[in-house]
């Protein structure tokens, strides 16, 4: 299995285990959107991180959040899970 397909089936479990629904389309398609739906939300959750810090946090460089992070560490898992 080489890099690409390795990445394509860990965020696909990941999509899983977080109760997003399943994508339609081609078989090649379906990995590569899978894929590129976790970087986006991967980005989302660390723009909501980097939103949640003050200015003092940012200057210190210390890690706070407003809100405790679900286990699996997604803030979009969470919130997509609940139906």
Do not use: C, Y
Request: a positive charge; proline letters at 5%; aromatic letters at 8%.
């Amino acid at each position: 299995m080489g890099t690409h397909e390795a990445t394509n089936a860990a965020n696909a479990e990941a999509a899983r285990a977080a109760g997003w629904p399943e994508l339609t389309g081609f078989d090649r398609q379906i990995p590569w959107a899978i894929t590129i739906r976790a970087d986006k939300m991967r980005a989302f959750d660390a723009e909501v991180d980097e939103a949640s810090m003050s200015d003092a946090d940012r200057s210190s460089g210390r890690r706070f959040f407003a809100r405790p992070k679900p286990a699996n560490g997604s803030i979009a898992a969470l919130t997509l899970g609940r139906r």
